[in-house]
């Protein structure tokens, strides 16, 4: 069974931290995604990870920067958060032979 | 620019309804459409289809590639009020894999 699992279910942070959202993958996939969630939105891509240290920009990546140390693991850092960055975080996996995308549980953050 | 665009973007249906959901898409170098169920958590797989008219099948769900039209139906027959979710329709852009989604249809189901 696939399992894309993500440090937070629920992160209250003030305006100005510094947020650090984590994801590990088990299935050994090349490919990594952060996604945001926002209703009428739908989901936007942040940032991706095709290997290990290499990431490329999605649709909206400002605010945001991710770190790809280890194939496993992908996280999303919010240097500065702000309120607009409230939303639902949601990470994801996929290999690189297929394009079938398996989700982590996402994190709610809240920015005050 | 690759695009993914479903209707209705919601809907309201009482049980033992049929309802059909639809998903349209632009993308170079088409591979596959991804169909999910999102409930109050992560987005679920339901189907992939990577070949036009061949339908896939799972209990009261069905779906249908029509890569003439470009587009895709997602067929839910005799609904439950477990049905109510959003419903995300997906097309993966590029070589990397990453998901271009469509804005999603709520689907509540009512008893």
């Known amino acids: 069974d696939v399992k894309v699992t993500q440090s937070s279910r629920y992160l209250v942070k003030r305006t100005g931290e510094k947020v650090f959202l984590e994801c590990v993958q088990d299935?050994?996939?090349?490919?990594m995604f952060w996604y945001r969630q926002d209703p009428g939105l739908g989901l936007r891509l942040i940032y991706f990870?095709?290997?290990?240290?290499?990431?490329e920009k999605g649709d909206i990546p400002e605010g945001y920067s991710v770190s790809r140390e280890k194939k496993e693991r992908f996280s999303l850092i919010l240097e500065s958060a702000s309120t607009n960055q409230t939303s639902m975080y949601l990470c994801?996996?996929?290999?690189?032979?297929?394009?079938?995308?398996?989700f982590g549980p996402g994190t709610r953050l809240t920015v005050l | 620019e690759d695009k993914v665009v479903q209707s209705p973007l919601s809907l309201v249906v009482h049980e033992g309804d049929t309802v059909t959901l639809n998903c349209s898409y632009e993308?170079?170098?088409?591979?596959?459409l991804l169909w999910y169920k999102q409930e109050k958590k992560a987005p679920t797989f339901l189907f992939m289809l990577?070949?036009?008219?061949i339908e896939k099948k799972s209990g009261r769900l069905s779906s249908i590639l029509d890569k003439k039209e470009l587009s895709s139906i997602l067929n839910i027959t005799a609904t439950q009020t477990g049905d109510s979710a959003i419903y995300l329709c997906a097309v993966p852009s590029g070589n990397t894999g990453k998901l271009i989604f469509g804005q999603g249809t709520t689907l509540q189901v009512k008893p």
């Open positions: 990870s095709y290997d290990v240290k290499m990431k």
């Open positions: 993308v170079t170098n088409f591979r596959s």
């Open positions: 299935m050994d996939h090349e490919n």
């Open positions: 994801a996996s996929s290999s690189s032979l297929i394009s079938l995308t398996y």
């Open positions: 990577t070949s036009s008219g």
